[in-house]
């Protein structure tokens, strides 16, 4: 993602902000944007620049969403601005010869059941209409008035090619695309789930070679809510029990084992199980916060703060590595943090009611994991700190079988389609540890596209 690109249009529409409201104004509008206060002094462009400018660039997408939310542009700059925000996250590629199969397989299918919806999507993803139309006397010959002639008036006057062709979606980002085929198969468009199975059936057997499929990922309505996700790779089921933020072996039954449902026995306030769909955006840490609020019943401001003492706490006290690790997300990227995928403390990764020694050599090696990331589409990163007693016995000797069990748990986690990341937990300490820590979470998200990351401080 272009950071610079992103950054300098976003200066300049948050400088012209500055009419939007008088001085006593600006900390409002600052904070909508998710901007520290604006300094005392200055014009109100400068006070504006002035917040913008201290914002660091793992900030920029969620000020650039917030934008678009509460100060929505013309379509052509909100287009610039979505382009840039989706360059930051992985979207898998339609190549142009597949978009046009696309388009040939739905000819003679029914696009839409509701038109108002129908051109609310398109509106929302393309500009179909000169804003200077309505002036200038020209709107009955705008893209919107041919497309509500041709294919809402009309339909079968275009075929789907050609409607492709003049919004140009052959041309535009794979995410630009993906996001007017999960509009098309949307309950909006397409209130019946009869016609939205059928239509989402077509779709994924033309995306099959592209390793793409829509999915239905949550509900609006009581109607699924589909999602382009990629196929054939990474962790292909979803996260069924997530169990994290203990350190003792949670005393645990299945209250209903037809449909995989754990209770917490004893000891409920050492262990915390996250039981709501994990979709295929991962969970980020605004979604577990969510989840902690309903479950607290907290409001927002103190859920933000009980969660993180709640998962620092967790942690060993004697392992401040650990601890600086946790800490280091959070420090680094500040404000962006509720985007992000969580970073889930002591996760269990196996759980077996007998011991390791009732259970002899057939034992599960490995029980937590330190820490866990769900990202997008199935990714799930493993991030373990170790000390010595990974490599060596009591006596601090080095012992190759501890090693040999750590190199095997590894591979296991591997094949089963974990990513694994391990530091020495002499990297984890002081200023150089919490640098260290940054600079890995940076390059982590960049390598898996999963955000523009680069980090200025503050």
């Not at 859920?303 to 003492?309: D, N």
């Amino acid at each position: 993602m272009s950071v610079p690109g992103l950054r300098d249009i976003l200066r300049g529409l948050i400088g012209d902000l500055k009419d939007r409201g008088t001085h006593t104004e600006l900390p409002t509008i600052c904070e909508q944007l998710g901007l520290r206060p604006p300094c005392a002094e200055g014009s109100k462009r400068e006070r504006l620049h002035d917040s913008f400018d201290a914002a660091p660039d793992s900030e920029l997408v969620v000020i650039a969403e917030r934008y678009l939310q509460f100060f929505p542009p013309n379509p052509e700059t909100r287009n610039k601005i979505q382009e840039l925000i989706w360059q930051a996250s992985p979207c898998p590629e339609v190549p142009k010869r597949f978009r046009r199969e696309i388009a040939n397989c739905l000819d003679g299918e029914v696009l839409f059941l509701n038109a108002k919806h129908f051109m609310a999507l398109l509106d929302n993803l393309w500009i179909i209409e000169d804003p200077f139309a309505a002036l200038l006397g020209t709107s009955s010959t705008s893209l919107r008035a041919k497309i509500e002639k041709h294919v809402v008036e009309n339909p079968g006057d275009w075929p789907v090619d050609h409607l492709f062709e003049e919004l140009g979606a052959y041309d535009c980002s794979n995410r630009r695309f993906l996001h007017l085929l999960e509009g098309l198969a949307s309950a909006d468009v397409r209130p019946d789930l009869t016609a939205q199975n059928h239509f989402v059936s077509l779709l994924n057997a033309a995306l099959a070679p592209c390793q793409i499929e829509l999915q239905a990922t949550g509900t609006e309505g009581g109607y699924p809510a589909f999602t382009a996700v990629s196929i054939g790779k990474r962790v292909k089921a979803s996260a069924k029990n997530l169990i994290f933020a203990s350190q003792v072996k949670p005393d645990l039954r299945f209250c209903d084992a037809i449909n995989n449902d754990v209770e917490v026995v004893s000891n409920q306030d050492k262990v915390l199980i996250y039981d709501r769909p994990i979709g295929v955006g991962g969970l980020t840490w605004q979604e577990l916060q969510n989840w902690w609020a309903h479950a607290m019943q907290l409001n927002d401001d103190d859920a933000k703060g009980s969660l993180y003492r709640r998962l620092f706490h967790c942690l060993p006290e004697n392992s401040p590595p650990q601890r600086l690790l946790f800490e280091a997300y959070f420090k680094h990227f500040k404000l962006a943090v509720p985007g992000l995928p969580a970073l889930l403390p002591e996760v269990w990764l196996h759980w077996d009611p007998k011991t390791a020694r009732e259970r002899g050599k057939d034992a599960l090696l490995r029980f937590r994991m330190d820490f866990l990331l769900l990202l997008p589409n199935g990714t799930r990163v493993v991030i373990e700190v170790d000390g010595k007693e990974h490599y060596a016995d009591a006596r601090g000797q080095a012992d190759p079988k501890r090693y040999a069990d750590m190199a095997t748990c590894d591979r296991d986690l591997r094949l089963a389609g974990y990513d694994v990341y391990r530091f020495g937990a002499v990297e984890l300490d002081g200023e150089s540890g919490l640098a260290r820590a940054g600079d890995f979470f940076d390059r982590l998200f960049k390598l898996y596209r999963l955000a523009n990351v680069t980090h200025r401080g503050s």
